[in-house]
């Protein structure tokens, strides 16, 4: 018996009209592609790398500098700040002991770590220098001023990537100069690694002033030249440190001019 072959055409045009309505549907089941990535990070990151460098810039500069120190109610109070072409430097911090009637000059050499009272109204003994430790141990809390930090140690904490910390743009503060950054501490310790608040740089790293609660510290002209290394105020002695709180009140009934019954 002969055998019926179909023609090519009939075959074939089913499938023809199938491929695509298979090939649409295909391309429906496939996943859409995935956002763009938010940038937001990136931006943060950049921001934190910008401020890290204006503070290791900050570390190379050596100069000498007059900072105001303005904290509410209270007269504002001029500090010179040494950084020294030998890496060692000195902080001078009028009202900075015995709660503020005495003024004390800190000082970090290749020698250790020094506080160094100041002929004042509430010192007037002549200026001599007491070693705290070596020099990079920090200052105990009693005789801390804490007006130094922006200038010295607090600089180390802004160039290490691994310190929590939160760093945006900020507006510049009225009376400073500079580019800004508002610094927030991350850790849930109340041991922070520094003051939260607004710190400030020239390009070429000269810190022009900070804002925190403690108060606002600015430059107050331009910084002059640095010396070769930095002088203690004073001989070192072996005696006790002056503490940033003032001394208590005398009791009057222990006073040597007290009557006797």
Same mark, same amino acid.
């Given at each position: 018996?002969p055998?019926l072959?179909?023609p090519a055409?009939?075959?074939?045009g089913?499938?023809?009209l199938?491929?695509?309505?298979?090939?649409v549907?295909?391309d429906?089941?496939q996943p859409?592609?995935?956002?763009p990535?938010?940038?937001?990070p990136?931006q943060?990151?950049?921001?934190?790398?910008?401020?890290?460098?204006?503070?290791?810039?900050?570390?190379?500069r050596?100069?000498?500098?007059?900072?105001?120190?303005?904290?509410?109610?209270?007269?504002?109070?001029?500090i010179?700040?040494?950084?020294?072409?030998?890496?060692s430097?000195?902080?001078d911090?009028?009202? @900075?002991? #015995?709660?503020?009637? =005495?003024?004390?000059s800190? !000082?970090?050499?290749?020698?250790? %770590?020094?506080?160094?009272?100041l002929?004042?109204t509430?010192?007037?003994?002549?200026a001599?220098?007491v070693?705290?430790?070596d020099?990079?141990?920090?200052?105990?809390r009693?005789?801390?001023?804490?007006?130094?930090?922006?200038?010295?140690?607090?600089?180390?904490?802004l160039?290490?990537?691994?310190?929590?910390?939160?760093v945006?743009v900020?507006?510049?503060?009225k009376?400073?100069?500079?580019?800004c950054?508002?610094?927030?501490?991350t850790?849930?310790s109340?041991?922070?690694?520094?003051?939260?608040?607004i710190?400030?740089?020239?390009?070429?790293?000269?810190?022009?002033?900070a804002?925190?609660?403690? @108060?606002? #510290?600015r430059?107050a =002209?331009?910084?002059?030249? !640095?010396?070769?290394?930095?002088? %203690?105020?004073?001989p070192v002695?072996d005696?006790?440190?002056?503490?940033?709180?003032a001394?208590?009140?005398p009791d009057?009934?222990?006073s040597?001019?007290a009557?006797?019954?």
């Open positions: 018996m055998v072959l179909r055409g009939r075959v074939l089913p499938l023809v199938a491929l695509p309505v298979a090939l549907a295909c429906s089941a859409s592609p995935p956002p990535a938010d940038p937001g990136v943060v990151d950049g921001t934190r790398d910008e401020l890290a460098a204006l503070a290791a810039a900050a570390q190379d050596h100069l000498v500098a007059q900072y105001v120190f303005s904290r509410s109610g209270q007269p504002d109070r001029t010179v700040f040494t950084s020294a072409n030998d890496g430097w000195r902080v911090v009028p009202g @900075g002991a #015995l709660g503020g009637t =005495a003024d004390v800190l !000082a970090a050499t290749s020698d250790g %770590l020094f506080q160094c009272a002929p004042s509430g010192h007037p003994e002549p001599r220098c070693r705290l430790g020099r990079d141990d920090a200052i105990p009693r005789l801390d001023p804490r007006i130094q930090h922006p200038l010295t140690d607090w600089l180390d904490v160039t290490d990537r691994r310190a929590p910390l939160a945006a900020a507006t510049t503060p009376g400073l100069t500079g580019a950054y508002s610094v927030d501490s850790s849930a109340l041991n922070a690694p520094l003051d939260v608040g710190y400030c740089y020239d390009p070429d790293g000269t810190p022009t002033g804002r925190t609660d403690a @108060g606002t #510290l430059l =002209a331009p910084p002059g030249a !640095a010396p070769a290394t930095v002088q %203690l105020a004073g002695v005696a006790e440190p002056l503490d940033t709180a001394p208590p009140t009057p009934a222990f040597p001019s009557g006797t019954s």
